[in-house]
């Protein structure tokens, strides 16, 4: 960036300023940054749930991705496959939907194609459109749990914000040692619904509980727990 004085006045050359804004601005297309924001926050995810996660595919970058992918990325290619750390066998599959409304059709041709999975234990649909009421009862039958994602609720990871409290998921074990201290039944223990952000992104079922720790100044840390329903 080049300054001069004129005047005694300061200025600076216009055509060097544009050109170092022009460094940090993303000229790429707008498919591409997307899908690779929520793609890389699908993977996070994975790993918080204790899925085998590489460090390789967290740390690609969005040049890495583009270059690999291309700026408008073939959605078969950019599903994700991870198995359970604690039990390899089991498995998890991510699928990015098209833009074009999710209908009976199209969840039906994805039942046929994961039929014959072995050891598919869960199923994740990223949505870049509406899913009607059909195709959503229709997810009822399939042989696994299905979730759904709209794509914006996976540009930015939630957990990452620096207000966030620390969530910590009880085994059934942690859970029936808190209860039986406290004499507790679920009823008792403050709520979490399914639909919140937390209980989507670490995939919580109803029934489960949850520490939560809270950091304010200054005040210091104090704990919470709440049972999903």
Not at 90 to 107: A, D, H, N, R, W
Not at 181 to 207: I, T
């Amino acid at each position: 960036m080049a300054w001069s004085t004129e005047n005694g006045v300061s200025t600076f050359d216009d055509g060097a300023h544009s050109h170092c804004i022009a460094k940090t601005v993303d000229t790429g297309g707008v498919e591409s940054k997307r899908l690779y924001l929520a793609r890389t926050t699908a993977l996070e995810m994975l790993r918080d749930r204790g899925y085998q996660v590489t460090d390789t595919e967290l740390s690609l970058s969005l040049s890495e991705f583009r270059s690999g992918f291309g700026e408008k990325p073939d959605l078969e290619r950019l599903r994700i496959s991870v198995p359970l750390s604690s039990n390899p066998v089991k498995k998890i599959l991510v699928v990015f939907m098209g833009s074009e409304p999710v209908t009976v059709k199209t969840v039906r041709a994805i039942h046929i194609q994961i039929s014959g999975t072995v050891g598919l234990h869960g199923l994740i649909l990223v949505l870049q459109s509406k899913i009607n009421h059909f195709a959503q009862k229709e997810l009822a039958t399939f042989p696994c749990p299905v979730e759904t994602f709209p794509i914006g609720d996976l540009l930015v990871n939630i957990t990452k914000h620096s207000g966030q409290p620390k969530i910590e998921i009880l085994t059934k074990e942690e859970k029936e040692k808190l209860m039986s201290a406290h004499g507790l039944e679920d009823k008792q223990v403050p709520m979490l619904k399914e639909k919140d952000s937390f209980v989507r992104y670490h995939g919580l079922k109803k029934g489960q509980v949850v520490k939560i720790t809270y950091s304010k100044e200054p005040v210091g840390s104090f704990a919470t727990y709440r049972c999903i329903v």
